[in-house]
Structure formats: C-alpha cells, structure tokens
C-alpha cells in the first residue's frame, strides 16, 4: 500500500491525491476482505450454524495441501450430516458433540 500511495504521490505531486489515494486503496482492500474472505468457523458454531461452519472448514481445508486434514473435514461432515453438533470449546479435544 505504502508503494502504490507513493507512486501516486510522485506521478501528481498532490498531497491530498496522496492522502486520497492510501485511504481509497485501504477501502478496496477492506471490502474485498468483506467479499471474499469466510468468516469465523467459530462464529458459526457459536450462533449454531454448523453446516456454514463446516463450509469454511471445508474451503480452509482446500487450501492446506495435507491430505489428513482433508480426511479430518470429511469426518466432521459425516458427523454433522447424523445430527452431531460441532462444540466451541477450546480444551477439548473432539470437535463435536451429540
């Protein structure tokens, strides 16, 4: 960001364009952020949306180039496809519950 307001600094040679420019490509970044990045798998437990929950692991999981946490998403979403329940609790070790 600091590269791109400083290359518009010295094509204008505007302090406000400058001061403009940081804040608009600040903002683009933001809501970009708001488009495409997933929220919080633990935000979804929490307010019992699990299948969303399990659609950011699952996207998360696409990124991870291990095949055990591929295999680990699939298992949670056979448990939640039962009727399992994933938990939010940090000390314990299984991530679901009946």
Aim: charged share 25%; net charge positive; glycine share 4%.
């Amino acid at each position: 960001m600091g590269t791109f307001t400083v290359v518009v600094f010295s094509l204008t040679k505007s302090y406000k364009v400058f001061v403009l420019s940081g804040f608009v490509f600040g903002l683009l970044i933001m809501v970009c952020m708001f488009l495409w990045v997933p929220e919080s798998p633990r935000f979804y437990v929490a307010i019992n949306q699990h299948r969303k929950a399990l659609a950011v692991y699952k996207y998360l999981a696409k990124l991870h180039p291990d095949p055990k946490v591929k295999a680990k998403i699939r298992h949670l979403e056979e448990q939640v496809e039962k009727g399992l329940v994933l938990q939010d609790d940090e000390t314990d070790t299984v991530p679901f519950k009946e």
